[in-house]
């Protein structure tokens, strides 16, 4: 006999419990990094509605307004201690918040919702979400940088064999090679800031994408939540949804691409056949058959979580690029992608950082790499300097390679002083511009934290 299937009332209807199950997914464990996010953006939406005039009679009085503020910070003090429950009844995050605001303050709770949709409600708790972590990841990314800087600074001029395609090219130096890395991952903080700016426009006010006949100030509410502009179509505020979250997993599977390079160069070059970096031991994992093995797994794991975060950012692509326009549920998913991107990237810069500084180079090994016909291009190039015309001089050492002869490595990387090259690398640009990013990172942190402390005391 088939059992029959239970049912369980939610705020907007009466469902199957196997409905609520598929269609709150891991909502209930995702919507926690989104409480303070929450309650930040229903403090100044109650704040709003708490200062409209020429209503017969306020939606929300002021001294209402400051009761459902304080409650709000209750909340988030709750979340912080782990002590704040989504349950999957509640199915997000923002039932869960007003469900307990009108537990602890009655009817006043039954209106914090007036003219929001939960549309409009998870847009602003997304784009603040993803204000505050691109500021954090970016601190995080000029620090690997700065470890990279740091690697190559002490290294100094020691010479390296430059490659192209993996095969012996030109004189180079270790420094040369840990900078070029340095600013390709300083490099990204051009896609951040881009998400950044996407992200930094307000949708509150749009409900649920068609906006409402009451006199909503949506400047007000961008002021107070500290967006640099309103989004003004509320059709337009509603379409944006999953835009911004796949801009930043766009920047997040750019980095993770320069950092699996990064990672591939260091497995490489640390390979008994090239021993010209040494990791660090603890860094390596062993085998449970050959006891001579120190494998470098976290960053051929780097290399692995490249792909995992390039198929979340195009699994957002393929989500968007066939919904019809207004609320879809499917957007839902959105959430899921940006914040499993998020902490692989998050982990991957941490770690990272951490190997670097430890990573060590034998500057022996790196000498002894060296080949005659790593000098092809400066032999060509003296010919030139005795007047030989550049593709004479080319062919001529091409034609006879074998008659090279080994030379002074530290002398031909001492002889490219040229900008950007073995001894014209100026580390203090790379200083400067991880200096004044994360400055600023921290300065706009700040400033959110700050929106978000006044709004909830």
Known sequence: MKAKNSKKTITDSTVDQDVLTYTVGEDTILDKALIKWDCMGTAAHVTMLSEIKGLKRPIVTKKESALVRKELARVVSLAE????????????????????????????????????????????????????????????????????????????????????????????????????????????????????????????????????????????????????????????????????????????????????????????????????????????????????????????????????????QTAALTLLHAMPGGYNRDLQDAKLLYMKGLETVRTTLRILAKLVAGMTVDADACRAAFSPGVFATDVALRKVAAGVPWRDAYHDVRDHLEMLESEDADAAVKAKSHEGTCLGIDLGIYLKRISDATASAEKRLDALEGCCRKLLR
């Open 81 to 312: 201690k782990g002590a704040f429950t989504i349950r999957e009844d509640d199915q997000d995050v923002h039932m869960a918040v007003e469900r307990a605001l009108t537990e602890r303050l009655g009817d006043l709770g039954k209106k914090i919702h007036t003219g929001r949709s939960r549309n409009d409600q998870v847009a602003v708790d997304v784009r603040l979400h993803i204000k505050s972590e691109i500021l954090s990841l970016e601190k995080e990314l000029c620090a690997l940088s700065a470890a990279l800087c740091s690697f190559g600074a002490k290294a100094g001029a020691v010479p390296l064999v430059g490659r192209t395609h993996l095969q012996p090219a030109m004189p180079s130096t270790v420094e040369m090679w840990a900078t070029g890395h340095a600013e390709m991952v300083l490099d990204q903080l051009e896609n951040f800031e881009a998400a950044y700016r996407l992200a930094d426009l307000n949708p509150l006010g749009s409900a649920a994408g068609y906006g409402v006949p009451l006199p909503l100030d949506r400047s007000r509410t961008t002021e107070l939540l500290g967006f640099s502009r309103t989004i003004h179509n509320c059709f337009g505020a509603s379409m944006a949804r999953g835009e911004c979250e796949a801009s930043f997993l766009s920047a997040l599977a750019q980095l993770m691409c320069v950092l699996s390079r990064l990672a591939e160069d260091m497995i490489i070059f640390s390979m008994p056949e090239f021993a010209y970096f040494r990791l660090p031991r603890e860094y390596c994992t062993g085998s449970s058959i050959m006891p001579q093995k120190y494998n470098p797994d976290v960053l051929e794991l780097v290399r692995g979580k490249t792909a995992q975060v390039v198929g979340w």
